[in-house]
């Protein structure tokens, strides 16, 4: 079973075999967590991701799934790049999300990933409420079997630090 640990910080620092990208399907950057990780990680991760969606997903990776790239200039080996959904109050979606971390973990164990960051998928402007996102995150994290050592989340502030760390 992996390791867990909770840090308040910035991502795109993190100084671990592969960091998780809460992308969006088309996988050529956006705001938040996604745009942090292109912008730092320089213009080797937008041409890894465009041909990705040259070959394998010309129409963009699907809601739960991961696909890893190189990390570019980030001082990570490889980013992963998953797609969580965009909470709904009508509809029960947490399978898609808990699928994104068991996702990043399997791709995680075939690169041979020992450490692995992940942000808080879908609850920024996907708007995930942040207390059940971190919920299903930490369940999903401790109930998958994974080779990978160190899995850590990165949460950006305080609130989120917080909830994620309820559940440690």
Do not use: K
Request: charged share 20%; glycine share 10%.
């Amino acid at each position: 079973m992996a390791h867990l640990s909770f840090v308040q910080g910035d991502i795109t620092e993190q100084q671990v075999d592969a960091v998780v990208n809460a992308a969006n399907s088309s996988l050529l950057g956006g705001g938040g967590v996604d745009g942090a990780i292109h912008r730092r990680g320089g213009p080797e991760i937008l041409a890894a991701c465009r041909d990705l969606r040259a070959s394998q997903y010309g129409r963009g990776l699907p809601t739960g799934q991961a696909v890893a790239t190189t990390a570019g200039r980030l001082p990570a080996r490889w980013v992963i790049h998953t797609v969580g959904p965009v909470w709904h109050s009508h509809e029960d979606r947490s399978a898609l999300l808990a699928s994104c971390y068991r996702e990043s973990l399997r791709v995680a164990d075939e690169l041979g990933a020992a450490t692995i960051a992940f942000p808080a998928i879908s609850t920024g402007v996907y708007g995930w409420p942040m207390d059940d996102g971190a919920r299903i995150a930490v369940q999903t994290v401790r109930e998958t079997d994974t080779a990978v050592a160190e899995v850590r989340f990165v949460l950006f502030d305080a609130a989120a630090y917080e909830a994620f760390a309820a559940f440690a």
